[in-house]
């Protein structure tokens, strides 16, 4: 089991002013910070980190959302970081979402979801490599 996982603060939360009380709620989760960045997605770059997603009907409006503004991209770091991050965003949808969590308090709608939160251990590794080099992150 991987310790690390990755996030990115998306571009609703941004616009919306959460982006600090987000990784404030991080820190104090116990996660490390192991790499950090404003960043923003071109539509291409959008459409390949959800590539999965392609054949879904949501997913021209996924990319255009998370090619709309900057967004927060991160690596974290804890013990069985995967599936404790995934509880503490919460369900993707923020209406079905436990009080507390991320998305129920700054989500906007189910497209629009506040966070990302990688599912596995393996796309935890191929998304924090997707958007940071061996330079941007701690060891
Ligand atoms: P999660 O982000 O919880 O892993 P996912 O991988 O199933 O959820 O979907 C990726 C994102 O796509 C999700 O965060 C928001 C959007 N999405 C998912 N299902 C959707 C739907 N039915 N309608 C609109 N957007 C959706
Ligand atoms: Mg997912």
């Known amino acids: 089991m991987s310790n690390r996982t990755f996030t990115m603060i998306k571009p ?11 990784i404030d709620r991080f820190i104090k989760e116990g996660y490390k910070i192991v790499a950090l960045k404003v960043t923003q997605l071109s539509a291409d770059k ?19 959302f998370m090619s709309s503004g900057p967004i927060v ?16 965003i919460g369900a993707t949808d923020p209406a079905k ?24 251990d393996e796309n935890a590794k191929i998304e924090g490599d997707f958007f940071f080099s061996g330079l941007e992150r701690v060891h």
């Open 97 to 120: 979402a436990a009080e507390g969590t991320i998305r129920k308090l700054y989500a906007t709608s189910l497209g629009e979801n506040a966070v990302h939160g990688s599912d596995s």
């Open 73 to 88: 991209a991160a690596i974290l770091e804890k013990e069985n970081a995967v599936a404790a991050f995934r509880e503490l």
């Open 12 to 22: 609703d939360a941004m616009k919306n002013g959460h982006a600090g009380v987000i």
């Open 46 to 64: 959008a459409g390949e980190f959800y590539a999965v997603h392609k054949e879904r009907p949501f997913y021209g409006e996924l990319v255009a």
